[in-house]
């Protein structure tokens, strides 16, 4: 009866939300926006955005590059309007494509809420291969696009030199100074901050039991409340609930509705299926997987439920990181706003790197945890 077919499906939406409520919510989720709230609001873009420029030795850029999704904490949406600023701005090609990549893979939410889903092995390659692919093809597409119209003059560091005087030796603006001491007390305070909340986020996800966990992060809790209020402002706090807040309302009824339609998807799709075409670990599976990243989009995080219904369907977990690591670079929306921003050569060429590398990911990952 179709009633009652209705019925199954809705019950398996509503026992995949309460497993996933029950689980992820208070020791994992939570914490994690608060930490995307605090690192989006006293944590300043600028900082990042000028250490991406075509004149900056790449030993600094592309690192910067990869670690500004952690600092900020963007999704797939956010990212390209930061892609497009920076590129506008004046962003060498390298970093910031190398920024396009890693920003919606390496921030904190997608990586914990991978590992508290999924395994933490798959957690922790897709972080480190977000990066290393991001390096890769910022460096790639730098190397083809900006030598060939000559913008790899030498990467030298710009340091302008002190003002001088009709009486004497140049004498030292002190005022770089004062903001340098400056800039580094705001820098201490936050990393304390960014450390307590590290370490409720890391106790809350982690296999302990429940009785040892519970402790620690309520202690760790109070700990950051206190030193909150006694290094922050009544301003910066305020802005970081905004921040917080924001990401909650942003990503917290997607990701609900995500997991519910993943409970849902699981009853409709046949597990043979599944295990027949991404059972494995060949380059096909890998493929279609990267496919599924293409014309399969869904919202940022949404796409970790996703993942774990094709593991519990039978996915190998090759194709599974491939799927992980295409979905936030190859949406077909991403794809089109990219093109507009770059040009049809340069969105082919990140595209065809992106899929190519993420199929080698799979198959390699597989073949290390004998994922077929």
Same mark, same amino acid.
């Given at each position: 009866?179709?009633?009652? /077919?209705?019925?199954?499906?809705?019950?398996?939406?509503?026992?995949?939300?309460?497993?996933?409520?029950? %689980?992820?919510?208070?020791?994992?989720?939570?914490? %994690?926006?608060?930490?995307?709230?605090?690192?989006?609001?006293?944590?300043?873009?600028?900082?990042?955005?000028?250490?991406?420029?075509?004149?900056?030795?790449?030993?600094?850029?592309?690192?910067?590059?990869?670690?500004?999704?952690?600092?900020?904490?963007?999704?797939?949406?956010?990212?390209?309007?930061?892609?497009?600023?920076?590129?506008?701005?004046? %962003?060498?090609?390298?970093?910031?494509?190398?920024?396009?990549?890693?920003?919606?893979?390496?921030?904190?939410?997608?990586?914990?809420?991978?590992?508290?889903? /999924?395994?933490?092995?798959?957690? %922790?390659?897709?972080?480190?291969?977000?990066?290393?692919?991001? /390096?890769?093809?910022?460096?790639?597409?730098?190397?083809?696009?900006?030598?060939?119209?000559?913008?790899?003059?030498?990467?030298?560091?710009?340091?302008?030199?002190?003002?001088?005087?009709?009486?004497?030796?140049?004498?030292?603006?002190?005022?770089?100074?004062?903001?340098?001491?400056?800039?580094?007390?705001?820098?201490?305070?936050?990393?304390?901050?960014?450390?307590?909340?590290?370490?409720?986020?890391?106790?809350?996800?982690?296999?302990?039991?429940?009785?040892? @966990?519970?402790?620690?992060?309520?202690?760790?809790?109070?700990?950051? /409340?206190?030193?909150?209020?006694?290094?922050?402002? @009544?301003?910066?706090?305020?802005?970081?609930?905004?921040?917080?807040?924001?990401?909650?309302?942003?990503?917290?009824?997607?990701?609900?509705?995500?997991?519910?339609?993943?409970?849902?998807?699981?009853?409709?799709?046949?597990?043979?299926?599944?295990?027949?075409?991404?059972?494995?670990?060949?380059?096909?599976?890998?493929?279609?997987?990267?496919?599924?990243?293409?014309?399969?989009?869904?919202?940022?995080?949404?796409?970790?439920?996703?993942?774990?219904?094709?593991?519990?369907?039978?996915?190998?977990?090759?194709?599974?990181?491939?799927?992980?690591?295409?979905?936030?670079?190859?949406?077909?929306?991403?794809?089109?706003?990219?093109?507009?921003?770059?040009?049809?050569?340069?969105?082919?060429?990140?595209?065809?790197?992106?899929?190519?590398?993420?199929?080698?990911?799979?198959?390699?990952?597989?073949?290390?945890?004998?994922?077929?």
């Amino acid at each position: 009866m179709p009633v009652d /077919i209705i019925v199954d499906l809705v019950v398996a939406g509503l026992n995949g939300l309460v497993e996933y409520l029950s %689980a992820h919510v208070l020791l994992c989720l939570v914490p %994690a926006f608060f930490i995307a709230g605090a690192l989006s609001a006293l944590f300043k873009k600028e900082t990042v955005t000028k250490y991406l420029g075509p004149d900056t030795p790449r030993y600094i850029s592309y690192p910067v590059a990869s670690a500004a999704g952690l600092l900020i904490a963007v999704c797939s949406c956010t990212i390209l309007p930061l892609f497009a600023g920076i590129w506008k701005k004046g %962003a060498g090609l390298g970093p910031a494509v190398t920024f396009l990549f890693t920003g919606p893979a390496v921030n904190v939410l997608a990586i914990m809420y991978t590992g508290s889903l /999924i395994g933490w092995d798959i957690a %922790a390659a897709r972080g480190i291969l977000s990066v290393v692919f991001g /390096i890769l093809i910022g460096l790639t597409m730098g190397f083809i696009f900006e030598r060939a119209k000559g913008h790899t003059a030498k990467r030298t560091p710009t340091i302008a030199s002190p003002p001088k005087t009709e009486t004497g030796p140049a004498v030292p603006d002190p005022v770089p100074q004062s903001r340098t001491v400056l800039e580094r007390a705001i820098g201490a305070r936050f990393t304390i901050l960014f450390i307590l909340l590290m370490v409720i986020l890391i106790v809350g996800a982690s296999p302990l039991s429940l009785e040892l @966990r519970v402790p620690v992060v309520l202690f760790t809790t109070l700990l950051t /409340i206190v030193w909150a209020l006694k290094a922050n402002s @009544r301003v910066e706090n305020e802005s970081w609930i905004r921040e917080t807040y924001f990401f909650v309302k942003m990503i917290l009824p997607l990701l609900l509705v995500g997991v519910f339609v993943a409970g849902v998807a699981s009853e409709l799709i046949p597990e043979e299926v599944v295990g027949e075409y991404l059972g494995d670990n060949s380059v096909s599976a890998n493929a279609i997987a990267v496919g599924f990243g293409i014309f399969m989009y869904f919202p940022t995080l949404v796409e970790v439920p996703v993942a774990r219904m094709f593991l519990d369907l039978g996915m190998a977990k090759g194709p599974l990181l491939a799927y992980l690591l295409a979905d936030p670079e190859l949406s077909f929306q991403s794809v089109l706003v990219t093109r507009r921003i770059m040009g049809n050569k340069k969105v082919a060429v990140y595209v065809l790197l992106v899929a190519v590398l993420c199929i080698v990911a799979g198959l390699m990952f597989g073949f290390v945890v004998g994922g077929g």
